[in-house]
T-cell receptor, first 115, second 113 residues
């Protein structure tokens, strides 16, 4: 099973809403990632979890709150977002061995629209 | 400041011919390079990678060449097939943190039957 699943596929939320994006993998990967991708742009790294601990936060605003409840699950909690946060949110995972990290497997993404 | 550049936003190639996608980087600390393919409404899919200790890596129809002195890499697809039509991202990371993968802006490849 080389699949990373993400739910929901689409999400429309108002600026006062609270919602969560979910990501799951069953490949035994111990590194998981959140990326943001705007139209016709490359993916931009937001957060990295390594062995269920937050290891990288790319200066992401606090209205985005990641959570890694266990080695298979990754959540992104959203609160008080702005219209410019509308984008495709991609989750990825990869195998790691010490400091060596291998290629990332991406989910299909959640298309988020903030109204 | 773009650390990974793909100067051709798009490329059209006839089916059966060679596709060559180019990528340049500016950060001399990068030592691991990857190519991803992305179809619309899907996440990127890993294609092939190369470490800086090599100058070529081959996997089936896909070959990546690395020229460290020029800070340049290229992806060759031979023969090109219509199913190869997608956006191709070049990406790079360094031993300071292999988790921090920097993606280029992408090249949209169209393979014409």
């Amino acid at each position: 099973d080389t699949e990373v699943t993400q739910t929901p596929k689409h999400l429309v939320m108002g600026m006062t809403n609270k919602k969560s994006l979910k990501c799951e993998q069953h490949m035994g990967h111990r590194a998981m990632y959140w990326y943001k991708q705007k139209a016709k742009k490359p993916p931009e790294l937001m957060f990295v979890y390594s062995y269920e601990k937050l290891s990288i936060n790319e200066s992401v605003p606090s209205r985005f709150s990641p959570e890694c409840p266990n080695s298979s699950l990754l959540n992104l909690h959203l609160h008080a977002l702005q219209p410019e946060d509308s984008a495709l949110y991609l989750c990825a995972s990869s195998h790691r061995s010490g400091v060596v990290v291998f290629e990332q497997y991406f989910g299909p993404g959640t298309r988020l629209t903030v109204t | 400041d773009q650390q990974v550049k793909q100067n051709s936003p798009s490329l059209s190639v006839q089916e059966g011919r060679i596709s060559i996608l180019n990528c340049d980087y500016t950060n001399s600390m990068f030592d691991y390079f990857l190519w991803y393919k992305k179809y619309p409404a899907e996440g990127p899919t890993f294609l092939i990678s190369i470490s800086s200790i090599k100058d070529k890596n081959e996997d089936g129809r896909f070959t990546v060449f690395l020229n460290k002195s020029a800070k340049h890499l290229s992806l060759h697809i031979v023969p090109s097939q219509p199913g190869d039509s997608a956006v191709y991202f070049c990406a790079a990371s360094s031993k300071t943190s292999y988790d921090k993968v920097i993606f280029g802006p992408g090249t949209s490849l169209s393979v014409i039957p």
